[in-house]
């Protein structure tokens, strides 16, 4: 009761004519938060679900455009064999469950990074909801899974040298907005709001090209107790701030 009261009131805070358009989300803190519990780490994954469910819908709710959630890096490849299918497992499983909800909401599900390399039961999970959500506009839910902005960047690169080779560019055409084209986001504008949870302090390989103007946002809150109130709370914090784009605030205010 007490929790919902002051959701209503950071909810009231925000200002609906100045959303981030596009808010990117590391969700870190679910092993932690399983084992401050005596639990296993998928335990915290699983609960992990239920605030990537809180968070879609507070974001759908206000207005955001697009939201980006950071669910499987390169690197996580590296972790015990039983907790990468553990949660391969609960992506499939979950991209099926909340396929009614994202249809009823009218959200539109993409993934970006390496698909190709998620195991077949994950992949036709995510291309199913893809296709049948991809009509959908209020909000752009996307899963980063395998993804790791190197490689991106890397393959951006590869990219358009191939098509220098082929004639088809040259190498003056190349300029920021060209490359933007290469990469796994080229149909999304970039993130205004970067949030990590959990207390750490870092971007982790993820969209670093992306992220240049955005403002970031930490908070100790480990991802599984992430709920509306805190989303709103961070919105309201990044309506505070004076977006310069590298002008002076004299500028900013002519
Ligand atoms: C980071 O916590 C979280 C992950 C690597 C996975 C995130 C996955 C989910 C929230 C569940 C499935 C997602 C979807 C979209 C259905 P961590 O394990 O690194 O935590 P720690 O830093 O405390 O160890």
């Given at each position: 009761?007490?929790?919902?009261?002051?959701?209503?009131?950071?909810?009231?805070?925000?200002?609906?004519?100045?959303?981030?358009?596009?808010?990117?989300?590391?969700?870190?803190?679910?092993?932690?938060?399983?084992?401050?519990?005596?639990?296993?780490?998928?335990?915290?994954?699983?609960?992990?679900?239920?605030?990537?469910?809180?968070?879609?819908?507070?974001?759908?709710?206000?207005?955001?455009?697009?939201?980006?959630?950071?669910?499987?890096?390169?690197?996580?490849?590296?972790?015990?064999?039983?907790?990468?299918?553990?949660?391969?497992?609960?992506?499939?499983?979950?991209?099926?469950?909340?396929?009614?909800?994202?249809?009823?909401?009218?959200?539109?599900?993409?993934?970006?990074?390496?698909?190709?390399?998620?195991?077949?039961?994950?992949?036709?999970?995510?291309?199913?909801?893809?296709?049948?959500?991809?009509?959908?506009?209020?909000?752009?839910?996307?899963?980063?899974?395998?993804?790791?902005?190197?490689?991106?960047?890397?393959?951006?690169?590869?990219?358009?040298?191939?098509?220098?080779?082929?004639?088809?560019?040259?190498?003056?055409?190349?300029?920021?907005?060209?490359?933007?084209?290469?990469?796994?986001?080229?149909?999304?504008?970039?993130?205004?709001?970067?949030?990590?949870?959990?207390?750490?302090?870092?971007?982790?390989?993820?969209?670093?090209?992306?992220?240049?103007?955005?403002?970031?946002?930490?908070?100790?809150?480990?991802?599984?107790?992430?709920?509306?109130?805190?989303?709103?709370?961070?919105?309201?914090?990044?309506q505070q701030r004076e977006r310069r784009f590298g002008k002076t605030?004299?500028?900013?205010?002519?």
């Amino acid at each position: 009761m007490k929790a919902e009261a002051k959701n209503i009131i950071y909810k009231e805070l925000v200002d609906k004519d100045r959303l981030p358009e596009h808010i990117a989300i590391i969700m870190d803190g679910n092993g932690r938060w399983a084992k401050q519990k005596g639990k296993l780490r998928v335990f915290g994954h699983k609960n992990g679900v239920q605030a990537v469910r809180e968070v879609s819908e507070a974001c759908a709710e206000i207005g955001v455009k697009y939201l980006t959630l950071y669910a499987f890096s390169t690197e996580n490849w590296n972790r015990p064999q039983l907790e990468v299918s553990a949660l391969m497992e609960l992506l499939a499983l979950t991209i099926k469950r909340e396929i009614k909800t994202l249809q009823k909401n009218n959200i539109r599900l993409n993934a970006i990074g390496n698909i190709d390399s998620l195991p077949e039961k994950s992949r036709e999970a995510l291309k199913e909801t893809i296709e049948a959500t991809k009509q959908n506009t209020r909000m752009t839910l996307t899963l980063a899974l395998s993804y790791g902005s190197q490689e991106e960047i890397t393959n951006a690169v590869k990219n358009i040298a191939l098509d220098c080779l082929a004639d088809k560019l040259k190498p003056n055409d190349i300029n920021p907005e060209l490359i933007g084209q290469y990469l796994y986001t080229k149909n999304m504008p970039n993130p205004d709001l970067m949030i990590r949870t959990s207390g750490e302090h870092r971007v982790s390989n993820f969209l670093l090209w992306q992220l240049a103007y955005a403002e970031f946002y930490f908070t100790p809150v480990l991802w599984p107790d992430y709920n509306k109130e805190c989303i709103f709370q961070a919105i309201v914090e990044y309506q505070q701030r004076e977006r310069r784009f590298g002008k002076t605030t004299e500028q900013i205010h002519q």
